[in-house]
């Protein structure tokens, strides 16, 4: 005689496994983020920590965001936020919002960013266009472009250190 199995068998389970890196990065990018709004003046207080904070910010999207750093006089940063995000290829930037947001925190300079999912972070010709119509409406209020990186992945291709501004 058999004995009937009387356990009822466990269903499949799929679970997304998480890399600790990618816990380590996140944890790291909130503390930039409480100490930006928290008024620490030094968090991004070379090109260097700036660089490495919007790599690390932007490196992981899967859909194209634009982000923007406004700086005082000094080169202080006042905030660094997103303020569009878009599809796996493209977004969709308007210089009038971004002129809007540089006047509403009274900002002297601008650092752009955005990413390209697609893991190549060479500038576009449409992406080098943008910036020289961002810098001539910004210039016309007193408002100095820095830099415009283009991360993807752990590459990042800088600007100001092209030659493109």
């Known amino acids: 005689m058999t004995k009937a199995r009387t356990e009822t068998p466990r269903p ?3 679970t997304k496994l998480v890399d600790d890196d990618d816990a380590v990065i996140q944890q790291a990018i909130a503390i930039l983020h409480r100490r930006l709004h928290a008024g620490y003046e030094d968090v991004l207080a070379s090109p260097g920590t700036v660089r490495d904070f919007l790599s690390l910010r932007l490196a992981g999207e899967e859909a194209e965001a634009f982000w923007c750093v406004f700086l005082t006089a000094q080169n202080r940063v006042i905030d660094a936020r997103e303020l569009f995000r ?5 977004t969709a930037v308007y210089p009038r919002e971004i ?7 009274n900002a ?14 060479e500038p576009s010709r449409a992406d080098e266009l943008l910036t020289q119509q961002l810098r001539q ?3 016309t209020i007193d408002v100095r ?9 752990p590459n990042y291709c800088s ?7």
């Open 108 to 121: 002297h300079g601008v650092i752009f960013a955005h990413n390209h999912p697609s893991g190549i972070a």
């Open 99 to 105: 002129v809007k947001a540089v006047l509403a925190c």
């Open 12 to 14: 499949y389970v799929i």
């Open 159 to 165: 600007f100001a250190e092209r030659g493109l501004l």
């Open 137 to 139: 409406a910004l210039a």
């Open 86 to 90: 878009g599809t796996i290829t493209q």
């Open 145 to 153: 472009v820095l830099d415009h990186f283009v991360v993807a992945g």
